[in-house]
């Protein structure tokens, strides 16, 4: 009798488990780097989107903002034998008893192919354009065609993309993440790195330009931040400079500033100010008080 009642608690024991397991739903749309699993703030992995997942653990992290206190809810999860934190905000926001019909599982997987850059989808092969891929975006296709991916896009439309422009899952995942760590890096890294690297890629690019045209205008370059957000840098001008016309010099000032606003700082170009100065230091042009794309030269 105590065995048969033990052999009972043990199965009411197993389907009170099994009832209690919680499943989440990645995000749907197109785009698997917006369903990322994140262990001490780094992105381990990506998943696609669609995907049912079951729920290890729940937290829930409270902020303050100035509207006042947030709540913000986090899964762990495990995805191709990997576990982490993910997101509420990358979910569709429920949780279920078992995997939703029509989601994606380990037993059930989507098809996906992941674009290398921006380029043509068409209705059909070499047809009528529907819209285009970006670069590293995630997208599940039905079929492949001879050297056509027939994509799933939005509801019951379909469109073709050539496989020059898309890489496998597996491939992808790895340029994504790649790309993660990168701009990870960027976000970290001190005003002195950033100062070296910004420094390193414009001379390269300088370089690269001159030797383009057959002219090398500057001579010598030098970075500074006085406040670690707005960077400057300081160019040394060959005497060939004065030699020029003032249009001439004026555009090729700008130039300058706008390859220099696109190293050090993308998301607000007037952060990115110049200094044009002759071989003894004399300023012969450069980035106003106001701003960095706000140029001035010597008129004469």
Same mark, same amino acid.
């Given at each position: 009798m105590r065995c048969a009642v033990l052999a009972m608690l043990i199965v009411l024991l197993s389907v009170c488990a099994a009832a209690e397991k919680k499943y989440v739903v990645t995000a749907p749309g197109s785009?698997?780097?917006?369903?990322?699993?994140f262990n001490s703030g780094q992105t381990i992995t990506l998943i696609p989107p669609n995907q049912a997942l079951e729920v290890l653990e729940t937290?829930?992290? =409270?902020?303050?903002?100035?509207?006042?206190?947030?709540?913000?809810?986090?899964?762990? *999860?495990?995805?191709?034998?990997? /576990?982490? !934190?993910?997101?509420?905000?990358?979910?569709?926001?429920?949780?279920?008893d078992s995997p939703p019909a029509g989601a994606a599982t380990s037993e059930n997987p989507l098809k996906l192919l992941f674009a290398k850059r921006v380029d043509n989808i068409r209705k059909v092969p070499n047809g009528p354009i529907l819209g285009k891929t970006w670069e590293l975006e995630c997208y599940e296709y039905e079929?492949?065609?001879?050297?056509?991916?027939?994509?799933?896009?939005?509801?019951?439309?379909?469109g073709y993309v050539h496989e020059s422009v898309v890489v496998s899952?597996?491939?992808?995942?790895?340029?994504?993440?790649?790309?993660?760590?990168?701009?990870?890096?960027?976000?970290?890294e001190t005003?002195?790195?950033?100062?070296?690297r910004v420094l390193d890629e414009f001379i390269k690019k300088l370089? =690269?330009?001159g030797k383009e045209s057959g002219a090398q205008i500057?001579?010598?370059?030098? *970075?500074?931040?006085?406040?670690? /957000?707005? !960077?400057?840098?300081?160019?040394?001008?060959?005497?060939?400079?004065?030699?020029t016309n003032y249009q001439s010099r004026l555009q090729c000032a700008q130039g300058f500033q706008s390859l220099w606003a696109s190293i050090a700082s993308p998301k607000d170009p007037n952060k990115a100010k110049i200094?044009?100065?002759?071989?003894?230091?004399?300023?012969?042009?450069?980035s106003r008080w106001g701003g960095g794309t706000l140029i001035w030269v010597q008129d004469k």
């Amino acid at each position: 009798m105590r065995c048969a009642v033990l052999a009972m608690l043990i199965v009411l024991l197993s389907v009170c488990a099994a009832a209690e397991k919680k499943y989440v739903v990645t995000a749907p749309g197109s785009s698997a780097p917006c369903n990322a699993i994140f262990n001490s703030g780094q992105t381990i992995t990506l998943i696609p989107p669609n995907q049912a997942l079951e729920v290890l653990e729940t937290k829930t992290k =409270e902020r303050k903002t100035r509207e006042g206190k947030i709540s913000a809810t986090y899964f762990k *999860v495990r995805y191709c034998g990997i /576990e982490g !934190w993910m997101g509420e905000g990358f979910t569709t926001g429920k949780t279920f008893d078992s995997p939703p019909a029509g989601a994606a599982t380990s037993e059930n997987p989507l098809k996906l192919l992941f674009a290398k850059r921006v380029d043509n989808i068409r209705k059909v092969p070499n047809g009528p354009i529907l819209g285009k891929t970006w670069e590293l975006e995630c997208y599940e296709y039905e079929a492949k065609e001879g050297s056509w991916y027939k994509l799933k896009l939005f509801g019951d439309i379909s469109g073709y993309v050539h496989e020059s422009v898309v890489v496998s899952e597996e491939e992808g995942r790895k340029m994504v993440l790649a790309a993660v760590a990168k701009q990870q890096k960027l976000e970290n890294e001190t005003p002195e790195e950033k100062g070296r690297r910004v420094l390193d890629e414009f001379i390269k690019k300088l370089n =690269e330009i001159g030797k383009e045209s057959g002219a090398q205008i500057v001579s010598n370059v030098g *970075v500074k931040s006085p406040d670690g /957000e707005s !960077w400057i840098a300081t160019l040394t001008v060959v005497n060939e400079w004065h030699l020029t016309n003032y249009q001439s010099r004026l555009q090729c000032a700008q130039g300058f500033q706008s390859l220099w606003a696109s190293i050090a700082s993308p998301k607000d170009p007037n952060k990115a100010k110049i200094k044009v100065v002759d071989f003894r230091g004399n300023e012969v042009g450069g980035s106003r008080w106001g701003g960095g794309t706000l140029i001035w030269v010597q008129d004469k």
